[in-house]
């Protein structure tokens, strides 16, 4: 592929992030011709840059159901709210700032990434949970709380 190939397919792969179905997805950074990185709150999605299908599930439902796996993974924490939301085309990873692997597929989906964060509680100053939601099935990929001083 020439460098005007390049630049065109680049040019598509970030414009197609910017809107899906009437949602708003945000930017992110072109890694390589096949991946793109992209910041959801404290994490980072990455997806394999392609043609996402619209979500068959709705946000609303999709974070309805994170927050309810959130509660039944520790019933102690109270006061968690949804901080961050994005639906990700294609995910093949979701990692925590330093890099640790929090969630890795084999076949990338279109899913949905929800950050809730909750006040400090049990002697913990930060409380958060994260969760993976397949867009099309509405099934749960991964769901973790984190907690840390």
């Not at 997805?25 to 392609?50: L, N």
Request: hydrophobic content about 45%; glycine content about 8%.
């Amino acid at each position: 592929m020439d460098t005007v190939g390049r630049i065109a397919l680049a040019a598509v792969a970030l414009a197609s992030l910017m809107t899906l179905n009437g949602c708003i997805v945000r930017s992110g950074t072109i890694v390589d011709q096949t991946t793109i990185r992209v910041a959801v709150g404290e994490f980072v999605a990455t997806e394999q840059q392609g043609l996402a299908r619209a979500p068959a599930v709705t946000q609303e439902s999709a974070a309805q159901t994170g927050l309810a796996k959130l509660t039944e993974l520790n019933g102690t924490i109270n006061g968690l709210v949804l901080s961050d939301a994005h639906f990700a085309p294609r995910l093949m990873t979701l990692s925590d700032a330093a890099g640790s692997p929090i969630y890795a597929s084999t076949e990338p989906a279109d899913d949905w990434i929800f950050v809730f964060t909750a006040p400090p509680q049990n002697g913990f100053t930060s409380v958060r949970g994260v969760v993976v939601i397949d867009a099309a099935t509405g099934r749960i990929s991964s769901a973790q709380i984190l907690q840390s001083n």
